[in-house]
C-alpha cells in the first residue's frame, strides 16, 4: 500500500523531518563534546570529587550525559526510517495495520510509524 498523502504534505513532513534531523545532530555533536569533557574530568577525578556535595559526581553527570546522546541516537534513527518511508512511499501507513496515519498525528510526531489504535495497543 502506497501513502495517500499529497505531494505537498510530504514535502511538508520531509522539511520538517530534515529539520527534526539537523537539530538531533546539533545536539548529538555538542553532547558528544561534552562527555569527551566528562570523560577526562572523571579520569583525573579524585576520590573527594565524587563525593562533593555542592554538586554532581562525575558519574551523575556521566549518566545524565549519557542518556541524553542515546535519545539523540534514538531520534537520528527514528527520524532516518521516516525520511526512507517518505521515500519509498509508505510514510502516513501504519506498519502494523496497514492503515493510513492520520496527519494530526503525523503533525505531533512526524516519526510515528503507528496509527493511533495500533499506538494504544503495543504502548
Known amino acids: 500500500m502506497s501513502t495517500t498523502m499529497t505531494p505537498t ?3 511538508r ?3 520538517k523531518l530534515l529539520k527534526e ?3 538531533a545532530e546539533e545536539r548529538f555533536a555538542e553532547f558528544g563534546d561534552v562527555m ?3 570523560r577526562a574530568a572523571r579520569s583525573g577525578a579524585s576520590a573527594d570529587d565524587e563525593h562533593d556535595p555542592e554538586g554532581p559526581t562525575m558519574t551523575q553527570e556521566w549518566s545524565q550525559r549519557s542518556a541524553v546522546l542515546a535519545d539523540a541516537r534514538a531520534e537520528l534513527s527514528n527520524v532516518d ?3 526512507a518511508r517518505i521515500a519509498d512511499g509508505t510514510y502516513g501507513i501504519c506498519s502494523r495495520c496497514g492503515k493510513r496515519i492520520a496527519v494530526a ?3 505531533a510526531r512526524p516519526t510515528a510509524e503507528l496509527c493511533i489504535d495500533c499506538a494504544r495497543l503495543v504502548g
Do not use: I
Open 13 to 15: 513532513f520531509q522539511v
Open 36 to 38: 569527551s569533557e566528562v
Open 21 to 23: 534531523r539537523a537539530d
Open 81 to 83: 526510517r521516516a525520511l
Open 105 to 107: 498525528r503525523l503533525e
Open 9 to 11: 504534505q510530504l514535502e
